[in-house]
């Protein structure tokens, strides 16, 4: 029989039959469902990322106390006293070994009676002088030109980390130091910027020096020892430190009271971007 639609009603056709003509296009769509859940094709899974999350730390019953190992990355505490703000205080109590991993290295202290004298002397040049006179330098003048100051005498320490990364054959090393002075000189106005650490270029400071260079040529620590102003070292870095003395260019200022100026005005400089690191380490030291 033919359909034909009412044109005053589409819902009524013509003989009286009543149709919901919108009810057509749901039963299409239902059909074509039904084709597709029979389809051959499989529908392909999700895939699993490439990298997976590390799995969740196992906790361990025991009884025995676990020794808590510190986390990768992280200096290793030393015991306060230390004025000079040199990095690598962990030599003190790590050496590198040729793996590149870090060995335990138990120092003696046979000079316990001075080293307590000479903290408690560093102790209180820093409280009374040192860290009222970086407060108020660093009242005066803006965080940021303090930053560019302690960035230029990073730069003019160059050749000291340069020199020992030869010293220790470190080529790579003494290649990237060399492109960071080149790239901190010229496009870091004279060190006073430090673009070569921008993520684009990413040439980072290599923190080598005479005490090291010795270590790596065998060698020892020798004894614990806190000398007043420049704070706890080892005969091993003290020749060090003499040693890196003639290869940074401040120290061929003359006259020598024009050098102590200029290295007391570095220390109270780098002082005032530290203040409160000091406080925590003698905090946190058990002696």
């Not at 703000?85 to 000079?111: K, Y």
Request: proline share 9%; charged share 20%.
């Amino acid at each position: 029989m033919e359909l034909r639609i009412n044109p005053r009603n589409p819902l009524i056709l013509k003989g009286g039959r009543r149709v919901k003509l919108f009810l057509l296009p749901v039963m299409l769509f239902a059909l074509l469902a039904v084709g597709c859940a029979h389809s051959p094709d499989p529908v392909t899974p999700l895939a699993a990322p490439a990298t997976a999350l590390p799995p969740p730390p196992v906790m361990v019953a025991s009884g025995a106390e676990q020794p808590v190992q510190p986390a990768p990355g992280l200096p290793v505490k030393a015991e306060p006293g230390n004025l000079d703000g040199q990095e690598g205080l962990g030599d003190f109590t790590e050496d590198a070994r040729e793996d590149g991993s870090a060995e335990r290295a138990d120092i003696a202290d046979p000079l316990e009676p001075f080293n307590r004298a000479m903290y408690h002397f560093n102790d209180k040049l820093y409280f009374w002088v040192l860290k009222p006179v970086a407060q108020g330098y660093g009242y005066v003048v803006p965080e940021v030109a303090r930053v560019g100051v302690d960035n230029f005498f990073s730069n003019l320490r160059f050749p000291i980390r340069f020199v020992n990364s030869l010293l220790q054959a470190d080529f790579g090393g003494a290649a990237t130091e060399l492109g960071r002075f080149m790239v901190n000189t010229l496009c870091g106005i004279g060190g006073f910027f430090d673009p070569a650490s921008d993520k684009e270029i990413n040439l980072g400071k290599q923190d080598r020096d005479f005490g090291q260079t010795l270590g790596v040529y065998g060698l020892g620590q020798g004894f614990y020892i806190i000398w007043p102003i420049f704070g706890p070292s080892t005969p091993r870095d003290t020749v060090g430190m003499a040693g890196d003395f003639f290869l940074q260019p401040s120290a061929y200022i003359d006259p020598w009271t024009i050098w102590a100026g200029v290295r007391g005005y570095e220390k109270v400089n780098s002082t005032s971007l530290t203040i409160g690191d000091y406080e925590s380490l003698k905090e946190a030291a058990i002696d």
